[in-house]
């Protein structure tokens, strides 16, 4: 797939395919569920459901993140295949500038592509028997001053190590991943050892082979799996070789690498509310790679899938001063 595609260009070649990626089988009343019983009104676009129990009108994008939006499709599916196709993702301000639409606009609809990429629904546990996943935990971010809590150790204190306080004044990020596989990332308040167990229990099966580094909150939980591995990094220990495997949790530092990288050079700024909503984009970019045989366009695909019965409103995004563009 290129930019020169028409339905990038053009509303109704747009409408149409959005048509067959959301309704492959045919047309789906999003009201009440029937198929096929739709029939044409004037209104180009506009469906009016034939059943005698429903009889609403709707149309291509009822029922999805771009439903009562006043801006074409076109320019939706434009972004909807830019973000799933640029590593790092796209700035709202690029939007904003490509399509031509205001500031304000284009950062909502990042944010409502955002929300098709979420997975939704229950998540079956993370790899099984013999398989690895590895663990660990990153910061990322300034917590505001006034939300910093500091130990009575540390309040008042004039030491600073490099001229930062550290971890503590940052937001706490836990991510799983499978070897060669998904990932899951959560944006946690504090990453000790309770929250990162309870994460760990209720997102990796039991007999999977757990890979962490050295720290502390992983010891005890890692004893609930088949096997706990780990790496001691302040030796400089990154990769150790047993029983003819390897033992690491390199996967996570390079899914850690990707979405810095990412938000620092693109998105720059990012409030804490919004947060969870930037690691399931690049969750969704991790679990549908070009190394698992998805491409740009498959996976563009898939984000307008996910669109469906995942709306989101202007408040529910709380903008702040401080936000991603």
């Known amino acids: 797939m290129n930019l020169q595609q028409p339905h990038f260009h053009d509303d109704d070649a747009a409408r149409a395919y959005f048509e067959k990626?959301?309704?492959?089988?045919?047309?789906?009343?999003?009201?009440?569920?029937?198929?096929?019983?739709?029939?044409?009104?004037?209104r180009a676009g506009r469906y009016r459901c034939g059943a005698k129990e429903c009889r609403k009108d709707f149309s291509t994008t009822t029922g999805t993140a771009m439903e009562s939006s006043k801006i074409g499709l076109s320019k939706w599916l434009w972004t909807f295949y830019m973000m799933a196709s640029s590593k790092k993702g796209i700035s709202s301000l690029q939007v904003h500038r490509s399509l031509r639409v205001s500031k304000d606009a284009?950062?909502?609809?990042?944010?409502?592509?955002?929300?098709?990429?979420?997975?939704?629904?229950?998540?079956?546990p993370l790899d099984g028997p013999g398989r690895v996943v590895s663990a660990d935990e990153t910061y990322h971010g300034n917590i505001p001053e006034a939300q910093k809590v500091y130990s009575k150790r540390r309040a008042g204190s004039t030491t600073k190590r490099g001229g930062r306080r550290g971890v503590g004044d940052k937001r706490a990020i836990v991510t799983l991943v499978e070897r060669g596989?998904?990932?899951?990332?959560?944006?946690?308040?504090?990453?000790?050892?309770?929250?990162?167990?309870?994460?760990?229990?209720?997102?990796?099966a039991r007999e999977s082979r757990l890979h962490t580094d050295s720290s502390a909150i992983y010891k005890k939980v890692g004893k609930e799996f088949a096997e706990h591995g780990?790496?001691?990094?302040s030796s400089g220990e990154y990769v150790r070789y047993e029983n003819g495997?390897?033992?690491?949790?390199?996967?996570?530092?390079?899914?850690?690498?990707?979405?810095?990288?990412?938000?620092?050079?693109?998105?720059?700024l990012c409030s804490e509310k919004n947060l969870h909503r930037y690691l399931a984009e690049?969750?969704?970019?991790?679990?549908?790679?070009?190394?698992?045989?998805?491409?740009?366009?498959?996976?563009?695909?898939?984000?307008?899938?996910?669109?469906?019965g995942k709306r989101l409103t202007y408040r529910r995004t709380n903008r702040s001063e401080q936000h991603a563009r």
């Not at 959301?22 to 047309?27: A, F, I, L, N, T």
């Not at 491409?295 to 996910?306: F, H, I, S, T, V």
């Open 21 to 42: 990626v959301r309704w492959p089988e045919g047309r789906v009343c999003p009201h009440c569920g029937s198929i096929g019983s739709e029939y044409v009104t004037k």
């Open 106 to 124: 284009a950062w909502f609809m990042c944010h409502r592509v955002r929300e098709a990429m979420k997975a939704g629904g229950l998540q079956a």
């Open 181 to 204: 596989g998904q990932s899951r990332s959560f944006h946690v308040a504090t990453a000790d050892a309770e929250t990162v167990a309870k994460i760990l229990r209720e997102n990796v």
């Open 230 to 233: 780990a790496v001691d990094h």
């Open 245 to 268: 495997d390897f033992i690491s949790s390199n996967a996570c530092e390079a899914y850690f690498s990707v979405f810095k990288r990412g938000m620092r050079g693109v998105y720059q």
């Open 282 to 308: 690049f969750d969704f970019r991790h679990n549908t790679r070009e190394r698992l045989g998805i491409d740009d366009k498959e996976r563009a695909d898939r984000m307008l899938a996910g669109a469906e």
